[in-house]
């Protein structure tokens, strides 16, 4: 993780408080791998203590409080995820001052923190699956496409997810077929690939000259060749020379 994606500091000359912000991001990226949640944390923290001329060490809970519950740019009461949210970023960045001796205490160790519902996560129906893909063309981007929508549908996983997929993380076993992914905070996982969505990969693989690892005849379409990087699924070129697993 570099500072790359963190903003410019406020001067040429930034004071301890804005070096050891800086330094917290610094660290969250690195122990997350995610800049997405660095982005997030910068875009709350930066304004909550330069819009209030706060210094970390004269925060109070009520300063939190009043926050955490105030009303953003959207003109609207921010529901319990978000305040949740607020909270955790602020928690994080107070926890990382204490542990180096910036500042004694946290106050947010003194806010409650909201009671958010879990929503239902809805995916699209079968119906609605068909309707998409029978608009896309059968063309070498429309397979690429395909390939995409199919893979994001059936196996439930992030953008940054499917688009990190290599060569080496896709194989075949017998009849099933199993990709590795990198996913939030740099943890590693495995499941099954789902044959839809291995059949689309393969057709669009054959598209860019490259194969993925081929499973029994009797089980494979007349369009699935074999391994190769799902980057060029997504129009980029492979990372590396294909191999079989």
């Known amino acids: 993780m570099?500072?790359?994606?963190?903003?410019?500091?406020?001067?040429?000359?930034?004071?301890?408080?804005?070096?050891?912000?800086?330094a917290f991001l610094v660290e969250k990226g690195n122990r997350s791998g995610s800049r997405r949640t660095v982005?997030?944390?910068?875009?709350?923290?930066?304004?909550?203590?330069?819009?209030?001329?706060?210094?970390?060490?004269?925060v109070k809970p009520a300063d939190v409080l009043a926050w955490v519950h105030g009303i953003g740019k959207s003109g609207r009461t921010p529901p319990a995820t978000t305040v949740g949210a607020r909270i955790a970023?602020?928690?994080?960045?107070?926890?990382?001052?204490?542990?180096?001796?910036?500042?004694?205490?946290?106050?947010?160790?003194?806010?409650?923190?909201?009671?958010?519902?879990?929503?239902?996560?809805?995916?699209?129906?079968?119906?609605?699956?068909?309707?998409?893909?029978a608009v896309v063309p059968d063309t070498v981007a429309g397979r690429r496409n395909r390939a995409l929508l199919l893979t994001f549908i059936l196996t439930g996983r992030r953008r940054t997810e499917v688009i990190g997929l290599t060569a080496g993380d896709i194989?075949?076993?017998?009849?099933?077929?199993?990709?590795?992914?990198g996913g939030k905070g740099g943890k590693r996982g495995r499941r099954d690939l789902p044959r839809p969505a291995y059949e689309a990969l393969c057709a669009t693989m054959a598209d860019a000259g490259l194969e993925l690892g081929s499973m029994p005849k009797e089980r494979r379409s007349e369009s699935a060749p074999s391994t190769g990087s799902y980057r060029a699924v997504a129009g980029e070129a492979p990372r590396r020379p294909c191999r079989r697993h």
């Open 39 to 58: 982005e997030s944390y910068s875009r709350m923290l930066w304004p909550f203590f330069a819009e209030r001329s706060l210094t970390p060490e004269r």
């Open 2 to 22: 570099t500072a790359e994606p963190l903003p410019a500091l406020t001067s040429g000359d930034p004071s301890a408080w804005e070096q050891a912000l800086y």
């Open 171 to 181: 194989s075949v076993e017998g009849e099933t077929v199993f990709y590795n992914y």
């Open 89 to 133: 970023c602020l928690f994080s960045h107070f926890r990382f001052l204490t542990r180096m001796g910036l500042v004694v205490s946290n106050p947010c160790d003194a806010i409650e923190r909201p009671r958010a519902t879990q929503s239902v996560a809805r995916g699209p129906s079968a119906g609605e699956v068909r309707r998409l893909l």
